[in-house]
């Protein structure tokens, strides 16, 4: 049980600093989309993924903010923990010394009386997540197995240095896929005889591949077993979704002959289809999802925007200074809510304090 003390801290770290990340990232994009670069997706999206790898890499550069500020200013608190103590000791918290100590061991306290059973409650809903985790693990197996069977099915049809152009007659509607080795496009059979149609999904499908949507896409299912009932997660993954299919549509527009009329008749035409009984639904990027309140929104949402042209030029100095103050927020927020060390100057000497206070109680009580 001892052992899985550090995965529960590293579980609650990563949620802790994926939220803040989030709340850091839709107050830069409030900003972004009230200034002239409204229409820039790509710059949003790029914002999107830096802040996304940068959360995934927070435990090292966590590890190398804590080395620097010991390096450069020794003993300066930098972890919540820390902080709370040395305001302690300096007077600013206005409380007994065994009250403070406890209440800053109160999360290791909590680990351990949830993995002694002293806590069944706690225990049984730590359990239920565990399952929860463990199902989602299991049904990200089988869905990467759909997409393997559904892309083996399919005939290849065209095939590049790294592509394979494949044709369904069960795919509905378009997608990119890829493997281990190679990336995969895979259209209805029926495009063949739409030629019109069939560029402009093969020009979607391309760019997505061409922007490495497809990887991101996996990223994100991938961490889905981990991070699914944090709400920061779910609205991440909405708002790249979206970013994604708005930037991919601008880019189609930009660089090629193809124009907004006809890609919006083409989106619209295959809304008209009925849905299929089973869809493809996850480690893919389809041309249009299709089915729910949310998949409408979306394509509202891509079919306005064809309205509005092409993107807002610019922001690259926008984007390296939101990436500078996203990047430095988000080390801060990982090294500080980090376990510290038990023996830093202020730790022991709260110690002492704690052990003072208990001696004092002990000698008024006669012991």
Known sequence: MTAMKPILDIAVDANVVLLVAFLLWALAQSVIV?????????????????????????PLLSLGAIFASQSLWPGAPITISDMAVASFLRGEIAMPAVEFE?????????????LSGGLPWMTAALTGIVLGAVALAAQTLWRIM??????????VWRRTATTDVRLSDTVHVPFAARGLRRRHVVLPSHLLTQPQTLRIVLAHE???????????????????????????YLLWKRCFDRLRE???????????RITPQEYANTLLNFCDRPKPPRT?????VAFLRLGS?????ALETRLMALRHGRRTEGGRLVFAGFALVLAAGIVLSAASVRNPSDWTQDRLTLSMVVNLERYNAYSNNGF
């Open 280 to 284: 493809v639904g996850a480690f893919n």
């Open 206 to 232: 391309f760019e997505h591949l061409r922007r490495g949507d497809v990887e991101w896409e996996l990223m994100f299912e991938a961490l889905r077993p981990v991070l699914y009932l944090n709400p920061a």
């Open 246 to 256: 708005l930037n991919c549509d601008q880019a189609v527009i930009e660089h090629t």
């Open 146 to 155: 759909q997409v393997r069977q559904t892309v083996n099915d399919a005939y």
């Open 34 to 58: 009230r200034s002239g670069l409204k229409r820039n997706y790509g710059l949003q999206l790029r914002l999107l993924r830096v802040v996304l790898v940068l959360v995934v890499v927070s």
């Open 293 to 297: 309140r949310a998949a409408r929104t």
């Open 102 to 114: 406890a209440l800053l061991n109160g999360r290791n306290r909590v680990f351990e009386m949830i």
